[in-house]
């Protein structure tokens, strides 16, 4: 089966909850799978543009982690650690067997609790863009995010100016009518507040996941854009430090370097897979 040259969004159920997910099918990578986990305030679609490239790597298996994207919400799953364990039921879910791992953004502290809660699950991960230094050291409206001592406010701006305001930050690159469409509408309502849980958690739970980092096995590529506006340098020279088996690319772009330079960040991420087959 050729693979798909667009992302295809589809619906599983897993642990109860619906999952959006797309799959590449068969590409002929070397037998590999790969497991996405999509960025926030985005969905699974963040990964459009380097979809073709990395398809021909390995079987990609794009998920919008519960909460984000497309995907149901679960108040217990708000926080990375949660988020980890989870994520390791949905490769057991999806039938992935040792998959490379991809979590960029949110998914850098999630995929990092789940590579040091099961050392044998995962061949290799990619992270990235994501707040990982203790004290907690984030910018701009994140930092806010966090930081803010009370969600209501946040309730009464419209999510759309929210999710606009950080595409707007993405340099060269503007996303389709559909593809922003498809981001208002996974984060409407109450959706992108609520959502603010999970990176709120980060003061309580970066500080469990640094002390995890020097016993992960697993090898980790570190990929972060070196004018990153909300997640400074120094959280992925954190990780960089700490992680016994872990390379640190800095790629001459802002916070969502997948898009901003997807041909580098899908060539980076291939030649990865393929050093750790």
Known sequence: MNAPVSVRPEFTTVDGLSVRFARSGDTGGAGQDALLLS??????????????????????TAVDPPGFGGS???DELRSPRAMGEFVVRLADAFG??????????????STLFAAAARPDRFRSVVVGSGAAVVPLQ??????????????EPYRRIDPRRIVDAALSTIHGFTPSDGIRDDYHASYAGD?????????????AELPVLAD????????????????????PSVNAEF???????????????????WEERPELYAELVSAWWDEEK
């Open 96 to 109: 992935l067997e040792r998959p490379h791992l991809v979590g960029p953004d949110i998914g850098t502290a």
């Open 212 to 231: 995890l980092l020097p016993g992960i096995r697993t090898p980790v590529r570190i990929i972060a854009g070196v004018r990153d506006a909300v997640v």
């Open 191 to 203: 959706r992108f507040v609520e959502s603010m849980r999970y990176a709120r958690a980060y003061p």
């Open 138 to 151: 984030l910018t701009g409206p994140l930092r806010e995010w966090v930081e803010a001592p009370d969600l």
């Open 39 to 60: 960025p926030w305030p985005e969905s699974l679609y963040a990964f459009e543009q380097v979809w073709p490239r990395l398809s021909r790597s390995a079987r990609l």
């Open 239 to 257: 990780l960089h430090d700490r992680l016994p088996d872990s390379r640190l690319d800095f790629v001459a772009a802002g916070h969502f370097c």
């Open 72 to 74: 149901e919400a679960r």
